[in-house]
């Protein structure tokens, strides 16, 4: 199949690019390589040391024989998007090209603004050009399980049958976000829903968890093939941060009391859960969601966890819980359902000790590089004027 | 009350400044004229004459003795808008900034995109600027009833109480906008809810119906006061484009069956709402939702009800239906809750023979006016590439 990858330079979008090349599909590359200058502003840098894209996918001709295609662009700008879907003429499309921090577009006017033209706009675009030189391609989009927030009642994927004043209708599921990052996917969905409607296009909104691991079966055939590791308080989501900080002897940083309930994944099951959408399209017109994670935990059973296995290491992690620089419910009802991957045929790799230790020993490789100014949290919510200035590493 | 207007020369916004301002309220209006300027890109124009925004606030300080400021700049532009909170240090923000036909947004991805870059990111740097240099302002954002779409159970101002699996929660009620425009202000509503949250902003979000007429008790008082008048396919909602139709002796233009049933609202009881919304400010923190319309109607009917009223003044209308060029139902169930302004006081001026008759006279009086090429619909929602040439008049 031929595939386009939007953002396939990132943390997820490079694995996910092996991944579908390595199943012998035509992968094409589209990237502005915004994650590597993001890294540049801020002075953060992947704890794993990454390639060059260019790097990145001659290493993989070379291991796999395959040919990864790369277009460097930006999706903001449409003649550059409308010429790699003219040219590459994709069969589907994963759109992974979003700025992908809730801090980051948190940290001030500009910031947010950045986000949600970045994202929204960009999705737009995208939207735009498969109705005008691909009509009949597949949008596999990520979306974000923050979409739902932390509603009181069970999360469904994507749709909720409501009964109201005696009559019912099956209708979106109504969202909550928590950051200008979260509601630019929540604005995405709806936008896309509505090209679905009127244009006949078809489209997946994968609702991810928070990813966690940084190794496939593709990446580990060549160091020169790693994706990154951020373990920074804008990049570094909770489960690889916690493994940096217990590497490197910091205390685990829980945001308040902890009790905060998300979804995680395993990052070789999402390269998996987007084949399985690619390979199962819905029909013409269609707009479907699935909830992309595969278990539940709050932040601080995470923590316990990770403290718990890295004694083996004989290492002795603290957890200490930090005033919580985000607005959000620290004790509440959760409950999503996760079914619609597992019905297409999604085994997940759950959350074991062999996956905590191999990321803790990961960490401790690199531990020596561990800047602990970049982990701690300067981006407040409740405060607008709160440019960061860029930490020197 | 010191109140800022945003966007205070276009249709509503012009009798709204006159308004508050006969109130006794110190008016500033910000507006980039783009209303005009729409015009100019379009080859339209207002069919009642209007002056120049200077002319007009020149004309209402004659006729009143009170002085309406004026600030040219743009929401996009956020030094200009924050220039002008901080200079005017606002009590309340009356945001009509927006683009806000769905024909426009439709023309094709240039006008897609800016309406939603304009709408959602000129709402975030308002949101930006109350909080750094007005953060008690009460922000009265206008929303639209095409928000909700046409669901098939009825809908409620803003949130819904959902029964799900044994739980219940208050939520955010499922939004299903058809158009681009549509969907902005749907974004808008949910970037708005969140900074209410994280900053405890106060917003009040007017999910208003289609406006009718043009005339207040202010703008009666000089012919320089008028507001505009649009029967074009690309701003004339439904009403006022029928009494032009049926003065110029043209068929009223029904698209599809006729049975969309929509939210309506006189002119007058706009401004009026938007006083009681200023008024009875919300609490720090509150995101209230109030669904601003008095009455329903069939698009049928409302052409029957301009047929039936033409014959007075020896008119005979015909009713002709059009292949419908927006994406829709055309026969649904709908039922919208409108008591929240009532209950704060509005009585509303329902739409009765001799409203009707006040418009269509109107009409006639400029019926040379009135060119039919303005008025068919050329924007079709299933065409992406339907860039419509400007109209010589």
């Known amino acids: 199949m031929r595939i386009l990858i939007l953002g396939g330079d990132g943390y997820l979008g490079w694995p996910q690019s092996l991944y579908l090349s390595s199943k012998g599909h035509h992968v094409t590359i589209f990237d502005n390589l915004s994650r590597r200058h993001f890294d540049l502003e801020r002075g953060f840098n992947s704890l794993i040391p990454i390639q060059t894209l260019h790097e990145r996918v001659a290493a993989w001709k070379e ?69 005008e030189f691909a009509p009949d391609c597949h949008l596999v989009k990520l979306g974000t399980m923050g979409e739902y927030g932390t509603p009181n009642i069970d999360i469904e994927e994507g749709f909720i049958e409501i009964q109201h004043k005696g009559r019912s209708d099956i209708m979106p599921y109504p969202k909550q976000p928590s950051s200008f990052y979260h509601l630019s996917k929540v604005h995405d969905s709806h936008n896309i829903m509505f090209c679905c409607k009127i244009w006949g296009l078809r489209a997946t909104d994968l609702n991810q968890g928070v990813v966690y691991g940084v190794e496939t079966t593709e990446t580990r055939q060549d160091a020169r093939l790693a994706t990154r590791f951020d373990y920074d308080q804008i990049y570094g989501t909770a489960l690889n941060r916690f493994c ?47 909830n992309q994670f595969t278990e539940q935990f709050s932040l601080v059973e995470l923590a316990e966890m990770v403290a718990r296995r890295s004694k083996r290491f004989g290492l002795e992690a603290q957890i200490k819980h930090l005033p919580n620089p985000r607005v959000e419910a620290e004790r509440h009802y959760y409950n999503a359902s996760h079914t619609r991957l597992i019905e297409l045929g999604l085994e997940p790799h759950l959350l074991n000790g062999s996956v905590l230790e191999s990321l803790i020993e990961l960490a401790i490789k690199q531990r020596e590089h561990i800047n602990r100014n970049l982990i701690m949290p300067s981006v407040d919510w409740r405060i607008t004027k709160n440019e960061i200035p860029p930490t020197s590493p």
């Open 63 to 131: 291991v796999s024989g395959q040919q990864i295609q790369i277009s460097i662009g930006d999706t903001m700008d449409y003649a550059a998007l409308a010429t790699v879907f003219r040219d590459t003429q994709p069969e589907a499309v994963v759109h992974l090209a979003e700025q992908r921090s809730a801090p980051y577009s948190m940290i001030d006017r500009k910031h947010a603004v950045f986000t949600q033209t970045n994202n929204v706009i960009g999705t737009l675009n995208v939207l735009y050009a498969i109705k």
């Open 244 to 290: 940096a900080q217990a590497a490197a002897g910091y205390p685990l940083s829980v945001y308040g009391k902890g009790q905060q309930i998300r979804g995680y994944i395993n990052l070789m099951d999402t390269v998996r859960c987007i084949e399985l959408a690619i390979t199962a399209p819905p029909l013409e017109g269609e707009y479907r969601v699935f």
